[in-house]
């Protein structure tokens, strides 16, 4: 079964999304994260929206970790994302293996999409890979956020906020950035 929860955040309400396993031993894998829209109600319309689950009123215990992860992250601590149970069905084999190189990008670092399609062994995909990020289902926890353009431009960013808040979220790592961040946090 699938369910989504939404929870508070620095940067505003996320959501977050989980198949259960079917087995009381395995821990549910996160199918899909948002972050932050315009408004809490945007937010939770669009994880409903493009996943078709409901909404659950708590979390089970392993998903409860994943948001404290989360939540500590997005408070300015680092925190190792790699070892989340995540579900990926639909994604193809490209797909799998830019999101697993993103995924092994340290926090507070940055690599460009030339640097990843290298490391998936495709040095002239750089264009498929930025795509590819940009459907990111799990963004944060597949930190797509920490890829940007060649010679250390942003790039593009698909979450609510765009540019702004792939710098926010670069800042609160303290990953250099060539653009310094231009907004206000609070």
Request: glycine residues 10%; positive net charge; contains cysteine.
């Amino acid at each position: 079964m699938k369910s989504f929860c939404l929870f508070e955040t620095p940067l505003g309400s996320c959501g977050i999304a989980w198949v259960a396993s079917g087995d009381s031993q395995t821990p549910p894998a996160v199918i899909a994260f948002q972050l932050p829209e315009a408004t809490t109600e945007m937010t939770a319309s669009r994880i409903a929206r493009n996943l078709g689950v409901r909404q659950s009123s708590a979390p089970p215990p392993y998903i409860a970790e994943v948001i404290e992860k989360v939540c500590r992250r997005l408070n300015g601590h680092l925190q190792d994302f790699r070892d989340i149970q995540v579900d990926l069905a639909g994604a193809g084999q490209f797909a799998r293996q830019v999101y697993e190189a993103a995924r092994h990008i340290p926090a507070g670092e940055t690599r460009t999409y030339g640097q990843l399609a290298k490391a998936v062994g495709q040095p002239a995909a750089a264009q498929a890979v930025g795509q590819t990020l940009g459907r990111n289902p799990l963004a944060l926890i597949i930190p797509c956020h920490r890829v940007l353009a060649a010679g250390g431009k942003p790039g593009g960013f698909s979450a609510h906020g765009g540019r702004m808040t792939k710098a926010r979220l670069l800042a609160i790592e303290g990953a250099i950035s060539e653009e310094p961040p231009t907004f206000a946090f609070g």
